[in-house]
């Protein structure tokens, strides 16, 4: 269907020909002679000049635009983009002179051409916008046009010009090709020219048609991940945002505040993901942002998330929302690299899952779970089956990769039957890329808007009689600029005679067109730029370690809600569509939600401890379970193992193994019972298990160095308290003696002499001792009986008497006689009677003495 786009007068003489030809040749490349969008490229007019004066030289060193490159005709403005009968035709713009020449005697006029003949002819339109000199199509003259008297170098001139419809020339239903052309003189080329011009689109049906287009226009609502996996420890579990680029999106003038305002005057459907309204949810709460230096600061913008999510809440109160999964999964990368990776696909079912919830928490709507979106709506068999696979009835594809293939002279209706109850719904390209561009510039949006509406009604110019659904589905995130062009270019279709809104659900549900293709394209058909852009396996095999480690983390936890939802929630945003062109950005990601896991999971761990020295044959080992969480960790199992168990058991084996529980921010010590058999070092290893046996954290490994105590030493130190024990015995019956003796020193005869003599006596009156220095009898028996000092017969003899005052060291030591003279003279000192019976105990020192003991006494201590 490629129709012809050129306007009338665009067929060039024989001799124009010529020249062309020879301006080419003389010029070493091809110069395109006509009215092109900002082109540089001379015209005839300068090219007969240049040949008339033999200077080819010129003409393929020419620096400056000359002919309708001359000039730049921005169109800034065009209302009403669609007009009706009786409307009035509004164009503005801007005039810049590019030439260093000073343009006079110019004139500004719209220009009409006949109707396009199809969709490739619009397109043709700004692409191929080449015609020779002459002034195209019908001149809107006189005081509709624009004098420009004068227009200097670089000059700009702002216009508006204002035309009837009436005056257009529009005759029969369709889209005309409508040019705004400056034609003038400069003082280079003195003679009336082209000098400008800027071509675009009209749509033109002045009356409701019958029937009209049922056109499905997505809004959007998407963004890029922003919430980590990270919260705070506190009881909220205060979220933390990599950064605070979603307060500006959905602040004033932000790009998802823009989708909301503008989307709220529009008939659409809403395609929502679900993590951008918990991500916006979370932001009314405290929150905090993640610092370069590794800290985070509070955010402040609460009110800003509350105010958007009030706004959205109302907008969609009454209209059709769709959700996808949440986080948007990248269902081609799923189906092309995740199916790689055990587990993958199960993301998928359980971010569909929780769509449904999220959306009606937040917005109190229920949304249709039952659309699969894929990246630029390219399909593939294995794309259908991974999106199907979560319960998506229908899959939203592209008409640029689920390619007609039947010949259909029109554009069929959207929906397609491809087998097993899935309908594939195949979005217009031509529609849904036409906002994709810099809209920032006024040309720009005014252009696209023309291009779309232009488009919409040429589909139904196709078949006019034959009513059909037509889906547009642009881009993902749209930027506040494209959001506003596209507003613009929905609220022109939906008050146009032609087309009339629909749902995606009724879209989907539509009658096929029994001529549609309905082969889903095959794997080879999926386009390379998308396939480098993928998700990569390895990515994949990253989101499966994070999910078994943190069904490890969470099976020895007392709350474990507390992980599974932020840990979850952050694997299903580690596959989203939005990562596409942001590797290293998705990367860090990957990084930064499993680095946070693993230090969670390295809160509970063992303390290290040193090599421990065991003397005996058997004692206790402590090993210490430290738990920095805020939450209790239970379901452990500490597992002591001695790695020489014929020389230490651990219990009565190899290992013993004791349940752990810790409450949040405490330890635990585990004693361990072990038996030595032989001495010398042994290694000893303390692992935690999870109750399904399988490891937690990394092992604890320290030497236990036995020392065993033998025989002989026991029997030594058996031997010393024997000692003492019969040291005790001795002073025990030493003492029951001298008790027993003093009792018989104290007996009745001692008594009565003492009664016997007067208080008034003197002390020489009262010595027992003679003035002679001999003892008495009595104190000789005495003497005896003490000398002897218990000892046997033996100890008695004739020695010198114990009052001779011979030196002691003239005596035999050891005699009896000496020992009895000094036991008397110790008696008689003490002021004792001497008197008693030899068989009586002798203490070996009496009481009472306070003297030094006598020269050649013995003493036994």
């Excluded at 909220?236 to 998802?256: C, M, N, S, W, Y």
């Excluded at 991500?279 to 509070?298: E, F, H, L, V």
């Amino acid at each position: 269907m490629a129709e012809a786009a050129d306007m009338q007068g665009t067929s060039a003489s024989v001799a124009r020909r010529w020249l062309w030809r020879t301006g080419a040749l003389l010029a070493g490349a091809p110069l395109v002679v006509g009215m092109t969008l900002h082109s540089s490229t001379p015209a005839a007019a300068g090219t007969q000049a240049d040949a008339s004066r033999g200077t080819a030289g010129r003409v393929a060193t020419q620096a400056e635009p000359i002919g309708s490159g001359t000039v730049d005709v921005a169109l800034n403005a065009l209302t009403p983009a669609a007009p009706r009968e009786g409307d009035t035709l509004k164009v503005s713009g801007m005039l810049t002179n590019k030439s260093h020449h000073t343009i006079t005697g110019a004139s500004l006029a719209l220009r009409t051409g006949p109707t396009l003949d199809g969709r490739s002819a619009i397109e043709g339109v700004s692409r191929h916008a080449a015609f020779g000199t002459v002034p195209e199509g019908t001149p809107i003259d006189g005081k509709y046009s624009m004098t420009v008297a004068k227009l200097a170098p670089g000059a700009p001139l702002p216009f508006t010009l204002s035309v009837p419809i009436s005056k257009l020339h529009l005759d029969s239903d369709g889209v005309y090709q409508l040019g705004v052309t400056l034609t003038g003189q400069t003082t280079e080329q003195p003679w009336q020219q082209v000098l400008g011009v800027q071509r675009t689109v009209l749509p033109w049906q002045p009356e409701s048609a019958t029937p009209k287009t049922k056109t499905t226009y997505l809004w959007p609502l998407i963004s890029s991940t922003h919430l980590t996996a990270e919260t705070g420890s506190d009881e909220q579990q205060t979220p933390v945002f990599h950064d605070d680029e979603l307060a500006k999106e959905i602040g004033p003038g932000g790009r998802l505040q823009q989708m909301v305002a503008l989307g709220s005057k529009l008939n659409v459907t809403w395609v929502i993901d679900p993590d951008l309204l918990a991500s916006a949810d979370a932001m009314t709460r405290s929150y905090r942002i993640q610092q370069p230096n590794g800290t985070t600061k509070p955010g402040t913008n609460q009110a800003v998330a509350k105010q958007w999510l009030n706004d959205l809440e109302k907008t969609v109160a009454d209209q059709k929302v769709v959700a996808l999964p949440f986080g948007d999964p990248d269902l081609a990368s799923l189906a092309h690299t995740g199916k790689n990776v055990s587990g993958s696909l199960s993301h998928l079912q359980d971010a569909t899952d929780v769509a449904s919830t999220t959306v009606e928490t937040v917005l109190h709507v229920k949304p249709d779970t039952g659309f699969a979106w894929p990246a630029e709506g390219a399909v593939d068999p294995s794309i259908i089956d991974v999106a199907t696979s979560a319960g998506a009835h229908a899959v939203i594809a592209r008409s640029d990769s689920f390619r007609e293939t039947g010949g259909l002279p029109y554009t069929p209706t959207a929906a397609r039957p491809i087998g097993g109850g899935t309908t594939a719904v195949v979005a217009d390209a031509g529609l849904s890329k036409a906002f994709q561009g810099d809209m920032t510039r006024a040309e720009t949006s005014t252009l696209a808007v023309q291009d779309f509406l232009a488009q919409s009604l040429m589909i139904r110019q196709q078949a006019p009689h034959t009513q059909r659904s037509i889906v547009v589905a642009p881009q993902r995130m749209p930027s506040a600029s494209q959001a506003q062009t596209m507003a613009q270019a929905v609220a022109a279709l939906q008050s146009s005679g032609w087309s009339q809104p629909q749902g995606l659900a009724a879209a989907a549900d539509a009658k096929p067109d029994p001529g549609a293709t309905t082969r889903v394209p095959s794997p080879h058909s999926y386009p390379r730029a998308l396939r480098d852009q993928q998700i990569p396996v390895d990515a994949f095999t990253s989101i499966a370690d994070t999910e078994r480690n943190l069904d490890h983390f969470k099976g020895v936890l007392t709350d474990s809600s507390r992980v599974i939802t932020p840990f979850g929630r952050a694997m299903d945003r580690e596959m989203s569509t939005s990562w596409r062109g942001h590797d290293a950005d998705a990367q860090s990601f990957r990084e930064g939600v499993s680095s946070y896991l693993g230090g969670l999971s390295d809160g509970v761990h063992l303390i290290e401890k040193s090599d421990t020295k065991l003397s005996g044959r058997s004692a206790t080992i402590p090993v210490t379970v430290q738990n920095n969480l805020v939450q209790g960790a239970d379901h452990l199992t500490l597992r002591l193992t001695s790695k020489r168990p014929t020389r230490l058991k651990i219990g009565n084996g190899a290992y013993s193994e004791q349940p752990v529980k810790v409450s949040g921010g405490h330890s635990q010590s585990v004693k361990f019972t072990t038996t030595a058999n032989a001495n010398g070092p042994v290694p000893v290893t303390a692992q935690l298990y999870t109750e399904d046996g399988q490891l937690y954290g990394p092992p604890v490994t320290f030497d236990v160095d036995v020392t065993e105590v033998t025989a002989t030493v026991m029997l030594v130190i058996a031997g010393g308290v024997l000692l003492l024990v019969l040291a005790g015995f001795r002073m025990y019956t030493q003492r029951k003696r001298e008790a027993a003796r003093q009792a018989a020193e104290r007996g009745p005869e001692d008594d009565a002499d003492a009664a016997e003599v007067p208080e008034e006596e003197s002390d020489d009156d009262a010595s027992p001792v003679s003035g002679s220095g001999e003892a008495t009898a009595p104190a000789q028996d005495a003497a005896e009986t003490v000398g002897t000092g218990g000892r046997g017969p033996g100890a008695s003899g004739s020695g010198a008497s114990a009052g001779s005052g011979a030196p002691a060291g003239d005596d035999a030591p050891g005699t009896g006689a000496q020992r009895g003279g000094t036991a008397s003279g110790r008696l008689q000192e003490s002021g004792v009677a001497a008197s008693g019976q030899a068989s009586d105990p002798v203490p070996d020192t009496a009481p009472g003495t306070t003297g030094p003991s006598g020269t050649g006494e013995r003493v036994d201590r």
